[in-house]
């Protein structure tokens, strides 16, 4: 695509979606010691009204509000351009949603979208923003809204006002450390192979088949990860990193950050002059339904299962003087699955007699496809300070590709962030889509996707 055409799309209100968005390497001269660094974090709310469509409208409606939802992130400055890192408690921002995100904080910051990862945490009963998906429900009509509009707005402003505060209010960036502890009882891996190589059922987030006990947990990653940044001796940031669909019950209009977002908000009560993040690692094929019943009074056990890992993993976080501080990036654009026909599933939008969840959702896969017209590539990036890794990654990314990650550059320490731009839905690994399940049915990218991740997070690391 042309400069030309990109800034065409610019003008036109794809907001940053033309942006060249192309990786830029911090030089020799901007891999600045600590005494360059800066920090500072913000927070805003992102909780939906009551009656806001939640998980994209195919559920029950916000009727009551039972814990916020935040956007939380930090600003780091002193290594080129800012750097804005967020972690939001909301489905996905997809396509645009997400674009329009990652531009408004740079925005603020004073630096360009490339250099904005925005992940989100992806619980359910919570916002599950395309743009252009909404504009294809709303010409049809008779369809609950994918996002409301003007909330959608609100929270742009608000990160925007939040993002110019912290920019105001930096402390010198000194130190980083990292620490690690297994957590207990909540993960396993959604789909169950049977003897044949295919999966035989879906685990789900929860479950009370006892089938589904029975089987072990498979593919997961143990591991709750932790990195810390801090300011001579006083710990100001901590991010947390952990692969799992963060719901233990969902779709009654419940609004609530869930057993992960609430395990982030106790550790917060206890250092609240450190502010903790979460992220959700590649967890598209991992959630809790192993050891999940989908009970309410499960939601607290699985809280307190994750709080044990982060207290853990931060039981003996040794600081290390940060020496070099890097931000990359590789862009990617999987080309869309070409089972999918496009008519069709217009068609499929506009019969009144479907369920919503087969009219809305369908709507998500026009949307990528529309996209991939306009060849708006998905940005992959990673902050690097000395030997550690902050990698984000888009959409619900298999486990497969975290543990990839980490055993390729087993010589650092390699925290994974998926769920960023959520415009492919989810992202199998190639032979996935031969083994049949759930996930492959709403993958919206070809197999290729899996030999171009790799090879986008093989730029980003080695950049």
């Not at 042309?2 to 030089?27: D, F, K, W």
């Not at 497969?400 to 962030?417: G, K, M, P």
Request: glycine share 8%; with cysteine.
């Amino acid at each position: 695509m042309s400069e030309l055409n990109r800034r065409a799309i610019l003008q036109t209100g794809v907001v940053a979606a033309g942006a060249a968005l192309l990786p830029r390497i911090v030089s020799a001269e901007e891999l600045n010691t600590s005494a360059d660094l800066r920090i500072a974090s913000f927070k805003f709310d992102v909780t939906p009204p009551l009656g806001h469509s939640l998980c994209g409208g195919w559920i029950t409606p916000a009727t009551v509000i039972e814990d916020s939802l935040e956007a939380i992130g930090f600003v780091i400055l002193g290594a080129g351009e800012p750097i804005v890192v967020c972690a939001v408690d909301w489905t996905g921002l997809l396509n645009e949603a997400h674009i329009a995100w990652r531009t408004a904080l740079a925005e603020a910051a004073g630096t360009s979208p490339e250099r904005v990862a925005v992940q989100c945490v992806h619980q359910h009963d919570a916002p599950f923003a395309c743009l252009e998906a909404q504009r294809i429900v709303s010409k049809i009509g008779g369809l609950p809204d994918i996002v409301d509009i003007d909330f959608f707005n609100r929270c742009l402003d608000k990160g925007r006002e939040a993002v110019r505060k912290a920019m105001a209010e930096t402390v010198p960036l000194t130190h980083v450390a990292t620490g690690q502890a297994k957590v207990e009882r909540v993960a396993s891996n959604r789909r169950i192979m049977g003897l044949t190589g295919k999966v035989v059922t879906q685990r789900g987030s929860s479950s009370k088949d006892p089938a589904h006990q029975q089987f072990p947990e498979g593919l997961i990653d143990p591991f709750l990860k932790t990195v810390a940044f801090y300011s001579g001796e006083t710990k100001v940031v901590s991010c947390h990193y952990y692969a799992c669909h963060p719901m233990s019950h969902y779709g009654k209009g419940k609004v609530s950050a869930d057993f992960c977002g609430l395990a982030r908000k106790q550790i917060q009560k206890t250092e609240p002059n450190c502010t903790h993040l979460y992220f959700n690692g590649c967890g598209g094929n991992i959630g809790a339904g192993k050891y999940n019943d989908g009970a309410d009074a499960t939601r607290p056990i699985l809280m307190q299962r994750v709080l044990d890992a982060i207290v853990q993993s931060e039981a003996n976080l040794s600081p290390q003087k940060i020496e070099t501080c890097r931000w990359s990036t590789a862009e990617m654009l999987p080309p869309p699955n070409t089972d999918f026909s496009i008519d069709q599933i217009l068609n499929q939008i506009a019969d009144s007699s479907r369920k919503v969840v087969d009219r809305n959702r369908p709507a998500y896969t026009v949307a990528w496809h529309r996209r991939y017209e306009k060849q708006l590539p998905i940005v992959l990036s990673a902050l690097h300070l000395n030997q550690t890794s902050l990698v984000h990654f888009p959409a619900e990314s298999f486990i497969e590709y975290q543990l990839r990650t980490q055993a390729s550059f087993a010589d650092r320490f390699v925290a994974c962030a998926a769920y960023g731009d959520g415009g492919p839905w989810y992202i199998p690994t190639q032979e996935a889509y031969t083994q049949g399940g759930y996930e492959s049915t709403v993958a919206w990218c070809d197999p290729k996707i899996d030999q171009l991740m790799c090879e986008a997070v093989v730029k980003a690391m080695n950049s």
